[in-house]
């Protein structure tokens, strides 16, 4: 290595790995080659899945709230407002933390962005506010692969290889 291309720290270890540029892109070929495009069958398994486990879970939050003496009923809104909460945290929150639904998980499925990396929060709350959007995921008969929540929080739902 000439001298001019030798980093000006004293701690130079001629030894050491060559470190990537922050200007290179770094794939991980690995992780590329281990996961396709979640197909129809996979998709619409997971969002009756989802839809039973979290129709289960709101049910059970807002009959606990009963329990508490809230009536949702005669509330307002409040009632409406808890099953936002509810779906928020079901898909928004284990999208983005898990990276997975549970119905997701069921089918070997997980969202990543358009680089297979994990979602970030933003991606996530998007995703799940176009949920919200009726039919919504039928959309995924326009493109085969990919809903609206897909398209605009560019992420994609992908499954892990067998």
């Known amino acids: 290595m000439p001298d001019a291309e030798k980093p000006k720290c004293s701690t130079w270890n001629p030894y050491h790995a060559p470190a990537a540029s922050p200007n290179e ?3 991980d070929a690995f992780h590329q080659a281990s996961f396709n495009q979640a197909g129809m069958t996979g998709r619409f398994a997971h969002f009756l899945l989802d839809g ?4 289960i879970l709101n ?14 009923f005669k509330s307002g809104p409040m009632g409406f407002l808890l099953t936002l909460i509810v779906f928020f945290l079901y898909f928004a929150g284990l999208e983005f933390c898990v990276g997975r639904t ?12 358009h680089e297979g ?3 970030t929060l933003r991606q996530a709350l998007l995703r799940t506010s176009i949920r919200l959007i009726p039919l919504d995921q039928l959309s995924i008969f326009a493109d085969q692969k990919s809903t609206w929540h897909d398209l605009a929080s560019k992420t994609k739902v992908v499954t892990k290889r067998h």
């Open 25 to 27: 892109e770094v794939v």
């Open 52 to 55: 039973m486990l979290w129709l």
């Open 59 to 72: 049910a059970v939050v807002h009959a606990n709230a009963e329990s508490l003496g809230i009536d949702l």
């Open 102 to 113: 549970i119905g997701q998980a069921y089918t070997r499925s997980r969202v990543v962005n």
């Open 117 to 119: 990396k994990r979602i």
